[in-house]
């Protein structure tokens, strides 16, 4: 079960974006509040931005 809901907004925030055909990534870290939302970009750069976004090691 999930410990620690996003907020509404952010959650109403993610859905706008993908409606705008944007992908939103957040870090799985309880408590980080670090995201990445990218549109339009190649695979690896996909995959790079993913990384960054999930690796809380990095930011």
Do not use: F, W
Not at 21 to 47: F, L, Q, W
């Amino acid at each position: 079960m999930n410990q620690h809901p996003q907020p509404l907004a952010e959650l109403v925030s993610d859905a706008v974006a993908l409606l705008a055909g944007k992908r939103t990534i957040r870090c799985p870290h309880p408590g980080c509040r670090v995201s990445v939302r990218y549109r339009h970009v190649a695979p690896d750069e996909a995959k790079r931005l993913t990384d960054l976004a999930t690796d809380h090691t990095r930011h």
